[in-house]
């Protein structure tokens, strides 16, 4: 459902909702009832405190990662992705973006529940967490979706601050390839990414999950938005005075 509205390329969207981002919020905020309803139905409590874990992981995530896409927004001054992506003409989010990308794409290994945030999965503590009891399709169910919600994620940070279907000024001998062939350059380089933190980093303890979400993303980033806003108020006053 979320793909409905992501673009691939000028034009090339389903429906190009202005409410775009909002959409992809409300849908991806869906899972959380998948998986708290199937960790209890397992009837085991390994699978319960792992379906509780994901839930409380996700929501506390998501705080963090709406304030954070807040920047991009105010910057953009549109919901619509399409427009978001057209706003970085000039020059890609992440560049003045930065400390926002950063912990955009922290906090998205977290809501993804992939390393090294994969605590409802901890082996060592609750053997697989909330999918331990099922198997064949339905243990494959589960992976598709995670997996999935892993390239959306990452096709979400390509169009919020990578440029989206945009080349790099720096690399316009490549300009005639088409503009979903860079969307889709940019999202494999993104996935690559999630694999790569996989395979380097350990797990953290859930306490320090919290801790990071509540305590360090969540000032960082109103922080960050409120430095955003009064840059932006900062200049549009002195463009007015100056032409005045």
Do not use: H
Request: charged fraction near 10%; charge should be negative; glycine fraction near 10%.
């Amino acid at each position: 459902m979320s793909w409905v509205v992501v673009p691939f390329n000028f034009g090339m969207v389903f429906s190009d909702l202005d409410i775009g981002v909002l959409y992809i919020l409300g849908v991806s905020s869906l899972g959380v009832y998948g998986i708290i309803t199937s960790g209890w139905a397992s009837n085991s409590k390994y699978a319960f405190l792992g379906a509780l874990r994901s839930a409380g992981q996700m929501i506390s995530y998501e705080v963090s990662i709406g304030i954070i896409i807040l920047a991009s927004l105010v910057l953009a001054g549109s919901l619509r992705l399409s427009d978001i992506v057209l706003a970085q003409t000039g020059c890609w989010f992440v560049l003045p973006l930065l400390p926002a990308a950063i912990m955009f794409m922290i906090s998205a290994l977290a809501e993804t529940n992939r390393a090294p945030f994969d605590l409802p999965e901890a082996e060592g503590e609750l053997v697989a967490g909330y999918n331990v009891e099922y198997g064949a399709m339905g243990f494959a169910l589960f992976f598709l979706a995670e997996y999935s919600s892993m390239i959306l994620i990452s096709t979400f940070t390509v169009v919020l601050f990578f440029g989206g279907w945009l080349y790099p000024t720096s690399f316009f001998v490549f300009n005639f390839l088409p503009g979903y062939v860079w969307t889709g350059i940019k999202v494999a380089t993104m996935a690559f990414l999630f694999v790569w933190v996989r395979s380097v980093l350990p797990r953290y303890r859930y306490d320090q999950l919290m801790y990071l979400g509540w305590k360090s993303f969540l000032p960082v980033s109103l922080g960050f938005l409120i430095l955003v806003i009064g840059f932006i108020f900062t200049v549009d006053s002195f463009i007015a005075v100056t032409e005045l």
